[in-house]
């Protein structure tokens, strides 16, 4: 039989994923549906705490919780994937939108500034998430940016007090020592400064939870 990780389950459970041979194993299994239990025990809580918090909550906009406005900071990693299937599962409890935000890293060279990607790359990955989102049936938009490696962090912040977002749902990245000795880490300093909520979405294995779908960047 298959083993399944806890990321899988939930995905199960969130009814984001519909895998007939996950339910094929939950009936044959005992000890599988034991633990799909306790994960939907667990995520009811979670649901519970969420929808209690948002009852009476507005935005800085002084909107009624139901326009809520989620940042969606993502880069091209599978971190950012269960960021995106986390931010879809809030944005549904909310009834919120969410704002896909890709910042397009600028490495200063010796013979000046170089973008490490194209944007015809950026707008691929944000139109992909938008349009997973979509599919969820999650209002959701793009948007593209540009900034220095270091200052990454920064647009992230000027992007969600300009939009006024009422939360920033985003992954952690795992960085080589050095990597983290010369620009620290993104999700770090977001947390650190930000002045509304962050939820960090711990890096992790698995596959995408948030399909391809329409959308529009940018």
Known sequence: MAEYSDDVLVEFALGLRDDRDIQDAVKASPELRARLRDLERELRGLDDGLEELLAGAVSPSGLPSSGWHILLPIDDSQGARRAAATAAALAGLADAE????????????????????????????????????????????????????????????????????????????????????????VSRRVLRKAKCPVLIVPWGGGRDAVKPGKGSVR
């Open 98 to 185: 969410v704002e896909v935000l890709h910042v397009r890293e600028v490495a200063q060279g010796k013979v000046g500034p170089a973008v490490l990607e194209s944007r015809d790359e950026a707008l691929t990955l944000v139109g992909d998430v938008v349009r997973g989102l979509l599919d969820a049936g999650v209002t959701a938009l793009g948007e593209v940016q540009a900034a220095p490696v270091e200052h990454v962090a920064a647009r992230i912040l000027a992007e969600a007090e300009t939009r006024q977002a009422d939360l920033i749902v985003m992954s952690s990245r795992p960085l080589s020592a050095v990597m983290a000795c010369l620009c620290g880490s």
